[in-house]
């Protein structure tokens, strides 16, 4: 990999995670990529199941694909992310019958007390080294049996990126580049054990419903083949189902 720095007379490092930098070229690519387009997103709405007439929050929506594939199933779909570009690019995809808000999950979300039935946040957590606040206004905005839904990079991927290898059990963040259009953008990522994933669920309220390591769709396999054997055959991402616990009093 090359160091990302630009050509300039200062030598200016790049910012990570910079998505308006790269909406569209990512976006596009997010469509019809073998991990979202038939792995992830696929995997995210078979667990999400049946969603007609649910309200759900979108929380890291990007260009808005989840968003669309929501708004299809019959939910009442709000997207939120913290990228200017991002939403934009979801507004002219699916406005005005979803509305999108731009904010950062570690601040106060811009909605009230249980607004949502269900949250579903599609690797989005793995950018965040503390969960706490994230997850404690996901749980705000639930309510009472809400449901959350997560998908991450698989802790055992995370890993096993940098060597020598981190403590498995310690938070830790790890950098690689993305190449969109011939340009590379600098990522950042956390990782976590498991354990403290599912320490930081508890503690913000919620209730394990299920974890599960799904497979990309059958017809990947032909489309994709390469991908398909990887994602068949190795830990890719992990998927949480979650419920609101009865936490607080008015639940």
């Given at each position: ?5 630009l ?8 910012q ?46 990007g260009?808005?694909s ?13 997207g ?15 406005s ?5 808000h ?30 706490t ?8 905005v ?21 060597e ?26 956390w ?6 994933m599912?320490?930081?669920?508890a503690?913000?309220g ?24 990887h994602f ?20």
């Open positions: 990999m090359t160091d990302g720095h050509n300039t007379e200062a030598s200016v490092e790049p990570v995670n910079d998505y308006d930098a790269f909406a569209a070229a990512y976006s596009a690519d997010n469509d019809d990529s073998l991990a979202n387009a038939y792995y992830e997103r696929p995997a995210m709405l078979a667990l999400a199941g049946d969603v007609a007439s649910r309200s759900i929050l979108d929380a890291g929506c260009s808005g989840l968003s669309a594939a929501l708004h299809d199933r019959g939910a009442t779909v709000t939120l992310d913290a990228s200017a570009g991002m939403v934009d690019l979801a507004k002219r995809r699916l005005p019958a979803v509305e999108f731009v904010a950062d999950l570690n601040d106060l979300l811009p909605f009230d007390d249980g607004r949502f039935d269900d949250v579903v946040a599609s690797l989005v957590l793995h950018y965040i080294e503390d969960w606040p994230a997850l404690t206004e996901m749980r705000r639930l309510r009472p049996g809400g449901r959350l839904f997560a998908s991450i990079d698989h802790p055992i991927v995370a890993y096993t990126i940098q020598p290898r981190p403590d498995y059990f310690a938070t830790t963040s790890y950098e690689f580049e993305w190449e969109f259009g011939g340009k590379r953008v600098p990522m950042r990522f990782r976590k054990s498991l354990q403290q599912l320490d930081a669920f503690s913000a919620f209730r394990l419903t299920s974890i599960t390591e799904p497979q990309p769709l059958p017809e990947a396999r032909d489309l994709h083949p390469e991908g398909f054997a068949s055959t190795a830990p890719g991402f992990l998927f949480f189902a979650l419920e609101t616990a009865p936490k607080y009093l008015n639940d």
